[in-house]
Nanobody, 124 residues
Framework: QVQLVESGGTLVQAGASLTLSCAAS????????MAWFRQAPGKEREFVAV????????HYADFAKGRFTISRDNAKNILSLQMNDLKPEDTARYYC?????????????????WGQGTQVSVSS
């Protein structure tokens, strides 16, 4: 049974840092591209960052560049997202996703496994 379990979301003030984690099980973690997406109330789910199987290929959404860092630990089956200088507009539910395709994707459709998400709220 595939499981992606996100954790680390909480309420923080603007300018704070936060690290999200995603624990994966039920599939071969090091054979999947892994990504973070987010969805704010009333908005569509949007891409945040993706890392390839080995971590050599990484892509970020423009809003994440310079502030967010995605990383993976293939020995522990954990995906992380370090977020710095958080802004109120970063408030959203953050989802971990896995894609076993060969090409690193930045849209949601190719990702076959999803977690339930963790809520990040940033106050001004």
């Amino acid at each position: 049974q595939v499981q992606l379990v996100e954790s680390g979301g909480t309420l923080v003030q603007a300018g704070a840092s936060l690290t999200l984690s995603c624990a994966a099980s039920g599939f071969t973690f090091n054979d999947a591209n892994m990504a973070w997406f987010r969805q704010a109330p009333g908005k569509e789910r949007e891409f945040v960052a993706v890392t390839s199987r080995t971590g050599r290929a990484i892509h970020y959404a423009d809003f994440a560049k310079g502030r967010f860092t995605i990383s993976r630990d293939n020995a522990k089956n954990i995906l992380s997202l370090q977020m710095n200088d958080l802004k109120p507009e970063d408030t959203a539910r953050y989802y971990c996703a896995a894609d076993r395709g060969l090409v690193v994707q930045t849209t949601a459709a190719p990702f076959e496994y999803w977690g339930q998400g963790t809520q990040v709220s940033v106050s001004s």
